[in-house]
């Protein structure tokens, strides 16, 4: 079974300011771990993924994670935040096993709000 | 099509009725999926079609709901006698591991937006 933990609700940053969203999973097979982002009224769109390849993953609007096994998590950062960045993120965590193959299990989400 | 396309984006009911929520997928993506998003539940999983076959319906929370898949394109979410906790954005996702790399790449759809009153 996978699970995913995302620690923080909600995060407000200054818009130049690093932005940092936790995730933490826990995951019974070696996972694949994704990183989504909902604008408002849109559909989830991936930011990025993680699949056993770099631990570093580098993504879409300049977000990149990392991928550390022996701290289970994945946290997303960006360096500079800018004020398009506000949105809903969203960790999941794919067990990639049996008849779920592709199956995403979710975090509850970050709401990111940039301030100028 | 370009994307994976859901109607109605907004429906709103009378509790009791049944409402039909419709996803057509990307094509050629074999893998198709119904997540629920509500306030303070996040996204949950409902059901999970490969081709038309539904191997993995685990996530649907009461006999109410019912999906199904047909030519391995269209799907079709069934909610009968609506209660207003049903209220929810319906996602639907659709995959294909032979472009994702096998990997479980969801592409989303807009969502329908349910309100029960």
């Known amino acids: 079974a996978q699970s995913v933990t995302q620690l923080g609700s909600h995060v407000s940053v200054s818009e130049g300011a690093l932005v940092l969203l936790r995730c933490n999973y826990s995951?019974?097979?070696?996972?694949?771990l994704f990183w989504y982002v909902q604008y408002p009224n849109q559909g989830l769109q991936l930011l990025l993924k993680?699949?056993?390849?770099?631990?570093l993953v580098k993504g879409i609007n300049g977000f990149e994670a990392e991928f550390k096994k022996s701290e289970t998590s994945f946290h997303l950062t960006k360096p500079s935040a800018h004020m398009s960045d506000a949105a809903e993120y969203f960790c999941?965590?794919?067990?990639?096993?049996?008849?779920?193959?592709?199956?995403?299990?979710f975090g509850q989400g970050t709401i990111l709000t940039v301030h100028p | 099509g370009a994307g994976v396309s859901q109607s109605p984006s907004n429906k709103v009911t009378e509790k009791g009725k049944d409402v039909e929520l419709r996803c057509d997928p990307i094509?050629?993506?074999?893998?198709l999926y119904w997540y629920r998003q509500s306030l303070g539940q996040g996204l949950e999983f409902l059901i999970y079609?490969?081709?038309?076959?539904?191997?993995?319906k685990s996530g649907l929370p009461s006999d109410r709901f019912s999906a199904e898949r047909t030519g391995g394109s269209v799907s079709t979410l069934t909610i009968q006698r609506t209660q207003q906790e049903d209220s929810a954005v319906y996602l639907c996702?659709?995959?294909?591991?032979?472009?994702?790399?096998?990997?479980?790449?969801?592409?989303f759809g807009e969502g329908s937006r349910l309100t029960v009153l």
């Open positions: 996702a659709s995959s294909s591991p032979l472009t994702s790399g096998g990997i479980g790449e969801l592409f």
């Open positions: 995951s019974s097979v070696p996972p694949y």
């Open positions: 993680y699949t056993s390849a770099a631990t």
């Open positions: 999941a965590v794919s067990g990639l096993r049996g008849t779920s193959y592709g199956k995403l299990t």
């Open positions: 094509s050629g993506h074999t893998a």
């Open positions: 079609f490969q081709g038309n076959s539904a191997p993995d």
